[in-house]
């Protein structure tokens, strides 16, 4: 079992920036894919970015510009930086790992941490 615990949300204005942390730890084998999600009141859970093991992000086009996705191997953890922050960018925002293990590739997902913006 993979265990992830994120930290780095909370109140910022608007333009304001904020850094995401996810550190994954328990038994892992191979992490492939790392990144976030997140969810706003009422909508559905929406990719914001993820990157590969091999260092290839992909980008929410709304966050393209504004937010950063980076990981350290070493340490299992994945960051998301969010700089120009905007209203709409208030959600809760979930991180996810893709563990490839005995020929199988498993998701596991955070608590989620809660990122408002005022404007």
């Known amino acids: 079992q993979v265990q992830l615990v994120e930290s780095g949300g909370g109140l910022v204005q608007a333009g304001g920036s904020l850094r995401l942390s996810c550190a994954a730890s328990?038994?892992?084998?191979?992490?492939?894919?790392m990144g976030w999600y997140r969810q706003a009141p009422g909508k559905q859970r929406d990719l914001v970015a993820a990157?590969?093991?091999?260092?290839?992000?992909n980008y929410a086009d709304s966050v393209k510009g504004r937010f950063t996705i980076s990981r350290d191997n070493a340490k299992n953890t994945v960051y998301l930086q969010m700089n120009s922050l905007k209203p709409e960018d208030t959600a809760v925002y979930y991180c996810?790992?893709?563990?490839?293990?005995?020929?199988?590739?498993?998701?596991?997902w955070g608590q989620g941490t809660q990122v408002t913006v005022s404007s």
């Open positions: 328990g038994s892992i084998f191979s992490i492939n894919a």
């Open positions: 990157i590969t093991s091999g260092g290839t992000t």
């Open positions: 996810y790992v893709e563990e490839y293990r005995l020929r199988t590739t498993s998701t596991y």
